[in-house]
């Protein structure tokens, strides 16, 4: 099992352009996370899914949007990127809430 | 005040020491993890507790629910247990995310 993948693994975007983070597990999970981490701070959820179809905000959700289309896939879309979204990407899944999540290795992002 | 608490933010011990890293919390909860960052920035689970005590190798967690505080702790520390370690709780109010704390830096020293 592959676990938790994401692409790319780093990324310089400019001001106002747009990109998607991809995320993919191979652990039959229902529920995905996506998760940024800037420097100092603690986690925070932008968006997570209990399963296809099924997507609700998290604590940061401005910015970003996201979609279910199937168990394995969980990409996130920055549509106009600003310098505040300059962080780091984690992407996670589990198989409910009280488990653990397992994560992937991160999207480094720049954005200048 | 964030409603993760984690202390102290850096530790430097020498190898062979015991180590302890604390993680007090504000809010009821259903679960607490423990989660390890490697310097490299992968993100791995260390445990789930809801209650009592668990032990896996060298690491050891415990919960007190009634005073919403749980201690990690590392026996017999060793370099390659340099890494970020997060505490993270599962509110009983959102049922759905984690609120995670800031994190302790823990270098441990040959």
């Known amino acids: 099992n592959a676990g938790v993948t994401q692409t790319p693994k780093f990324r310089i975007l400019k001001i106002g352009q747009s990109m998607t983070l991809q995320c993919t597990q191979d652990?039959?999970?229902?529920?995905m996370y996506w998760y940024r981490q800037d420097p100092g701070m603690g986690l925070k959820l932008i968006y997570y899914?209990?399963?296809?179809?099924?997507?609700d905000k998290g604590e940061v959700p401005n910015g970003y949007n996201v979609s279910r289309s199937t168990t394995e896939d969980f990409p996130l879309r920055l549509e106009l990127a600003a310098p505040s979204q300059t962080s780091v990407y984690f992407c996670?899944?589990?198989?409910?809430?009280?488990?653990?999540?397992?994560f992937g290795p991160g999207t480094r992002l720049t954005v200048t | 005040k964030n409603e993760v608490e984690q202390s102290p933010q850096n530790l430097t011990a020498q190898e062979g020491e015991f180590i302890t890293i604390n993680c007090s919390y504000s809010?009821?909860?259903?679960?607490l993890h423990w989660l390890q960052q490697h310097p490299g920035g992968g993100i791995v689970s260390l445990f789930m507790?809801?209650?009592g005590k668990k032990k896996h190798g060298r690491l050891i967690a415990t919960i007190n629910i009634q005073e919403k505080h749980s201690s990690l702790h590392i026996t017999a520390s060793h370099p390659r247990d340099s890494a970020v370690y997060i505490c993270?709780?599962?509110?009983?109010?959102?049922?759905?995310?984690?609120?995670f704390g800031e994190g302790t830096q823990l270098t441990v020293n040959p």
């Open positions: 996670a899944s589990s198989y409910s809430f009280r488990y653990e999540q397992y």
């Open positions: 652990m039959n999970h229902n529920y």
């Open positions: 899914s209990v399963g296809a179809g099924i997507t």
């Open positions: 809010v009821g909860i259903s679960a």
């Open positions: 507790l809801s209650s």
């Open positions: 993270a709780v599962l509110e009983e109010t959102s049922g759905s995310r984690l609120t």
